[in-house]
């Protein structure tokens, strides 16, 4: 069959919800329905196209496409698209559709739109990543996206205390959950050889007897068992009801919960079928369906009664999938399925029924019949659809349930008392149904509401009436409506294991229809036999208080943030730096020494010969800098950063000795950087006490010796490995490698700039993200950082200049004022075209000769430098916008989109293109592909470098200004 749908497509499925968001961010937080619409066509595109995908994925078909990552590590971004992927992209993006329909009415002109649907559509996007991912390591970072946009949502409101604390919770289950998966994808690809989904599944015999098999079921378990909230982790999915309702509707029933049960229906063929997978997934998801299905009978509100009813079904899956039998995965994919549609939409109508009532307490409504004839229709049939009566969805579904608990499956106990639990917790189904349609639409007319409750606008309403009809048309027609569907997803599971299986909706009298028939008159029953307590109970009865999973939590988190926290604080931290740097120091001694006692008689000829004189009597000088700098550091600081810079200038001398330029220059500049800010930072550290350095105790000269003793070990050993590793043979692989190909394969002819933007461009990639963050976090300290009363006396250069900063104003009124460092200032400010000049220079012809974008970068910053010593703080910033968050954003971005832009061609991650291209009166340029990349790293080390720059100066405004005033804390941002 021919087809228009390509496999491009799939990146097109998880990157458009991306740069959805994205946009969504960008738009203004009350431009309702333009948000809407966005994420209406994100939505909307996502499932059209995962629609034309079926010929595809239809009788066993896969869709794979490759995108290389780390090709020798076996990495690779690889989305993959089967029946069963294809059935949850159609419920990720089907059921998001409708929920953005709804949320469009749901939610307040006065929220923040903008921001609601950017987290909506980013989960949406990594929720397609989980189901399309087909590379193991690649699902697990998905699975931690969705963790992180579900605490984002989760915490929507963040100014209720409920609503922190749910998203806090979700997030501290699923994380912890998330990491321990990662770690068994890991031991799962070294099983199996292979991080690729399907070599995974292909390998399930190896897999099962291979020693790592029960560490690996255990870290997976816990990913998905966290996820899918089952017991005992399920508490905290009641506490994520604090979010708006269509965030529960779409996470809390579609999606989110149900990545763990796709994690272990995705794994079944690889996992199940042992005797560890039998027990510890059939006792977590018996215990759950039981549990859950009773917390939901007590419950109050009405999301709290769905969240619990959401964790029993949730539990029917997993047990069902812990059978190992073939027709009880077939049955836990169909209830997948039928879930999601009744669930969704109950949820729905839960947010109708508070947004036009004010209230979700089930004490507080009765009646709503009369004021929501046709919401309370639709969720009548939805609950009914949940309590599985006959000729609705759920009914089919539960009757497979119910035929497969049974089937004799391992001669243990918990195979047979499963048909007991299974009717048990059926009948639990029933009654909480019924108390959600008695108590909210039937009794008396409501009293002293929050609102006038009427039904809502129609197309609120729409996405509740689909889903019914969903739930209808499956119910009385399954065979026609989601055979082939099914089988579809069923097929690209159990693949050759496919049993046959029939969604006929009469099956004669048999024992499952038994159950169904105990459990329906048991549940209705037990709902009239429990309504006088029901009427005031809080949370149920007090045994089911003592299983409330929330406090064991709560009590956890307490002994671990505050006990345990306490107790390292006490043995490891201080508010002294030395100590730490002293624990820090015997770490590296004792691994220094770990490592040259096991090299033993491998270790070189330790003599020393052929030292030029020169450079030896440089590195006496350098060392004897160092040395004072210590010494210096306690009695006279600036004498000490001077020391220090002398030592920095001979490791300058040195690089430049050893025909390393590229390194010389990048010292140097960070040299006087790092300097100047220092030099900016001092007056704010405490106050020397002289008197204390006068007389010194014995107890603190044995300190000192103690700490001098440390120092010098760790220098000398420090000293004696960087000998040891530069003259021990190294195989002729990885320099020679560098030189030879440096310019045939990068373009350039300055070796160490290719390596950083080319060979090692992720290295680098890496450490500019991780420089950005430092910038940002050193900001957030120091705006928030107060100086004590006796820090040291602002100096008199100070206070000139501060004077200076005052009057700068009066120059264009006439007035006279005192110029302080008239001349130096005035040069400096003409030398910022310079700077700027050689900047360009040096990132220009960075490729070949020395320079490059950090180098560059450095430049810049030492030019803006300047022009706050010159100038003040407030002559800056009332002239020049620098705007140092944007550069760092810029700069990430274009570092970002430099390798994804190789994708594009069908290479790795950043891997560059170049040629040389003649322009006129300037000659040949080299322009490769990494001088993006260079840019990206320009413009990120300027604007960290002059964020923290102005950090440092607004401190000297504050400290300037007087104690009423109110301190300048944008940092030039705006």
Not at 91 to 104: D, H, K, M, N, P
Not at 701 to 707: F, G
């Amino acid at each position: 069959m021919t087809t228009i749908w390509h496999s491009g497509f799939l990146v097109l499925l998880v990157g458009l919800p991306f740069v959805g968001s994205l946009f969504a961010a960008l738009l203004s937080s009350n431009a309702r329905n333009a948000e809407a619409w966005l994420a209406g066509f994100v939505a909307l595109g996502g499932l059209a196209v995962t629609a034309l995908a079926y010929p595809q994925v239809a009788d066993g078909g896969v869709v794979k496409h490759v995108i290389q990552w780390v090709p020798a590590l076996g990495l690779s971004v690889t989305l993959r698209i089967d029946g069963f992927a294809w059935m949850f992209s159609m419920l990720i993006t089907g059921i998001g559709l409708l929920v953005v329909i709804y949320a469009r009415y749901y939610m307040s002109p006065k929220d923040p739109v903008a921001r609601f649907y950017a987290f909506l559509l980013a989960f949406m996007g990594a929720m397609q990543g989980v189901v399309l991912s087909g590379n193991i390591i690649l699902l697990a970072v998905f699975w931690e996206l969705t963790s992180i946009f579900s605490f984002l949502l989760i915490g929507y409101w963040n100014h209720t205390q409920a609503a922190r604390d749910g998203a806090r919770m979700a997030l501290t289950i699923t994380g912890t959950g998330g990491l321990c998966l990662l770690a068994g994808m890991v031991l799962l690809g070294q099983m199996a050889g292979s991080y690729d989904l399907d070599a995974v599944l292909a390998a399930g015999n190896e897999i099962r007897n291979h020693d790592l098999y029960v560490p690996a079921l255990l870290l997976i378990l816990a990913g998905a068992l966290t996820k899918s909230a089952q017991f005992p982790f399920h508490f905290w999915l009641p506490n994520a009801m604090a979010a708006p309702t269509p965030v529960s509707a779409y996470l809390h029933s579609a999606t989110m919960v149900k990545a763990g049960v796709f994690l272990l229906a995705r794994f079944w063929p690889v996992l199940a079928g042992t005797d560890e997978w039998f027990f510890i997934v059939g006792l977590a998801g018996m215990s759950t369906l039981l549990l859950g299905a009773a917390f939901a009978i007590f419950q109050q509100d009405l999301k709290g009664l769905l969240a619990y009813s959401t964790i029993s079904h949730l539990g029917l899956i997993t047990l069902l999938l812990s059978l190992g039998s073939p027709l009880a995965a077939v049955a836990a994919i169909f209830h997948m399925l039928n879930h999601a549609t009744f669930k969704a939409s109950l949820f729905m109508a839960a947010g109708i029924i508070d947004h036009e009532a004010g209230t979700r307490d089930m004490r507080r409504l009765s009646g709503l019949f009369t004021f929501l004839p046709i919401t309370a229709t639709l969720a009548m049939v939805a609950s009914a659809a949940m309590a599985g009566v006959p000729l609705l969805n759920g009914f089919l579904s539960k009757e497979m349930f119910f035929a497969e608990t049974i089937e004799q499956h391992r001669a243990s106990l918990l195979d047979g008392v499963a048909p007991y639990v299974a009717t048990i917790a059926g009948a639990f189904a029933v009654t909480y149904s019924i108390r959600f349609i008695h108590k909210v639409f039937f009794g008396p007319k409501p009293v002293d509401l929050p609102r006038e409750p009427h039904e809502p606008p129609h197309w609120m309403r729409v996405p509740i009436e689909l889903l019914v009809l969903a739930c209808l048309i499956v119910g009385i027609i399954p065979a026609l409506s989601v055979g082939s569907l099914l089988d579809t997803a069923v097929v690209a599971v159990l693949r050759e294991d496919t049993p046959e299986y029939s969604l006929a909706v009469w099956h004669g009298f048999n024992l499952p229809l038994l159950m169904s028939v105990i459990a329906l008159v048991a549940g209705v029953v037990l709902y009239l036999l429990l309504q006088p307590y029901l009427r005031d109970s809080e949370e149920g009865p007090p045994f089911f208080r003592r299983l409330k999973g929330q406090r064991i939590f709560e009590r956890i988190l307490v002994t671990v943030s505050w006990r345990g926290a306490r107790y390292l604080e006490g043995v490891l931290a201080t508010r002294k730096l030395q100590p730490q740097l002293r624990m820090l120091l015997l770490v590296a001694i004792l691994a220094g020494i770990w490592a040259m006692w096991g090299a033993g008689d491998q270790l070189p000829d330790l003599s020393v010969r052929g030292i030029d004189p020169i450079l030896a009597m440089l590195w006496v000088i350098g060392g004897l800098c160092a040395v004072g700098a210590a010494y210096q550091a306690k009695f006279h600081r600036l004498a000490a950063l001077i020391l220090m810079g002398g030592a920095g200038l001979v490791t300058c001398i040195t690089f430049v000795w050893l025909s390393a330029p590229d390194l010389a220059v990048t010292q140097l500049l960070v040299e006087i950087v790092t300097t100047v800010l220092i030099l900016l930072g001092l007056r704010w550290l405490p106050k020397r006490d002289e008197e204390i350095y006068e007389s010194i105790d014995p107890k603190t000269r044995l300190r000192r010796s103690r700490d001098f003793a440390l120092a010098v070990a760790a220098g000398l050993g420090t000293a004696t490995l960087a000998y040891l590793t530069m003259r021990t043979p190294l195989p002729p692989s990885v320099g020679d490698y560098y030189l030879e190909h440096a310019y045939s394969e990068g373009g350039g002819t300055n070796v160490v700039n290719v390596i950083l933007v080319d060979f090692r461009g992720f290295d680098t990639f890496g450490e500019i993200v991780v420089l950005g963050i430092v910038a940002l976090t050193v900001f957030a300290l120091l705006r928030r950082f107060r100086p004590a009363e006796d820090t040291s006396e602002i100096p008199y250069q100070q206070r000139e200049q501060n004077e200076f900063d005052d009057v700068q104003r009066d120059r264009e009124v006439g007035e006279t004022v005192k110029d302080y460092l008239l001349v130096p200032s005035v040069i400096m400010r003409w030398m910022f075209p310079v700077i700027v000049l050689l900047a360009a220079y040096l990132f220009l012809r960075g490729h070949d000769l020395p320079g490059g974008g950090f180098a560059a970068g450095i430049t810049m910053s030492i030019g803006f430098l300047l022009q706050y010593l010159a100038g003040g703080t407030r002559w800056v910033e009332e002239r020049l916008r620098i705007l140092p968050v944007r550069w760092i954003g810029f700069g990430l971005l274009m570092a970002t989109v430099t390798g994804l832009g190789s994708w594009l061609f069908g290479y790795p991650f950043l891997t560059s293109y170049f040629q040389y291209t003649e322009i006129p009166f300037i000659g040949d340029m080299p322009t490769a592909s990494a001088l993006l990349f260079d840019l990206g790293v320009f413009s990120l080390v300027v604007g960290a470098t002059v964020l923290m720059l102005i950090a440092i100066a607004h401190q000297s405004i504050r400290s300037a200004k007087p104690k009423t005033a109110k301190p300048s804390t944008d940092g030039g941002q705006s």
